[in-house]
């Protein structure tokens, strides 16, 4: 298979050495957990998909997965059965309803919370095999700063942080970025601002993260970390509505507001980190 299946040796135990990141993988991640990631992850990809990409969601919140619940999935064979050697990584590859793949943890990955050199070995053994068969690989990560949802990240050439306006939800974003900046060294992070009450505060709320990180936050090499705001997704009882039913929101209700926020947010992820093969 292709090179990546040969990701360079990192430091026995070490989390912090940040991996070389993978093309076309994007991390969707927050500080703290039921902002939106899975909701944001499982639309965004039916989005893209209608613009002709060929997505993947793989659910990489190991312990506390849930996508299948969301799309309303049961898979016969999970990420479980391919890091135990029991399936083949295709076998467990199937397709959602809204014309994208997904890869399921499903239940029984708790084992997985903790990241042992055998969890980070499955993770890029099966990255090194996913990636090159997709356009965009989205990464439906955990919340927080643990060492799996690091490590999770770091294997994503780019990082969508889900916040929502909430206080708390914030300051964890402003952790979670603080040590992307610092361990991965990352210069660019890319946020959705999910539950909006008007227009325009998603755009606000970024600006005023990058401002506390200015002037709280340099790197090693003197240069600043850009925070890029891809879009607000406002509150939208659909939401709710969709995720009761168990169907796509893009699918049931394409035009409520936050269907159409994500329709724009793909457009946006187009434009700046996948842009469609010519
Ligand atoms: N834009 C929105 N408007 C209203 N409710 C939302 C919105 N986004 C998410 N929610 C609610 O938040 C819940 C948690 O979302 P989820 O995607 O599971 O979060 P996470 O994956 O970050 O833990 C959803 O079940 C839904 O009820
Ligand atoms: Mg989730």
Known sequence: ????????????????????????????????????????SANLAAALAKRGHRVLVLDADLG?????????????????????????????????????????????????????????DDFLRIMA???PHYDVVLLDTGAGISDVVLFAVSLASEVLVVATPEPTSLTDAYATIKVLAGQQKRKIIR??????????????????????????????????????????????????QAIMRRQLLLQSMPGCPAAMAISQLALKIEETVAPKAA
């Open 64 to 120: 506390l997965a849930n996508l299948d619940v969301v799309l309303n999935l049961y898979p016969k064979i999970t990420l479980h059965d391919v890091f135990t050697g029991k399936a083949k990584l295709e076998d467990a590859i199937i397709r959602a309803p809204g014309g994208f793949s997904v890869l399921l943890a499903g239940s029984g990955m708790v084992e997985y919370s903790r990241l042992t050199p055998e969890v980070r």
């Open 129 to 131: 095999g996913l990636v």
């Open 1 to 40: 298979m292709s090179d990546v299946l040969n990701p360079p040796e990192s430091a026995e135990g070490s989390t912090s050495v940040p991996l070389k990141p993978l093309g076309k993988v994007v991390a969707v991640t927050s500080g703290k957990g039921g902002v939106g990631k899975t909701f944001v």
């Open 191 to 240: 946020m959705v601002i999910n539950q909006t009450a008007r227009l325009g505060d998603g755009r606000a709320i970024t600006t005023q993260l990058q401002q506390v990180l200015d002037r709280f936050v340099t790197s090693e090499d003197g240069k600043q970390l850009r925070l890029v705001h891809m879009g607000d997704i406002p509150a939208d009882n659909s939401v709710r």
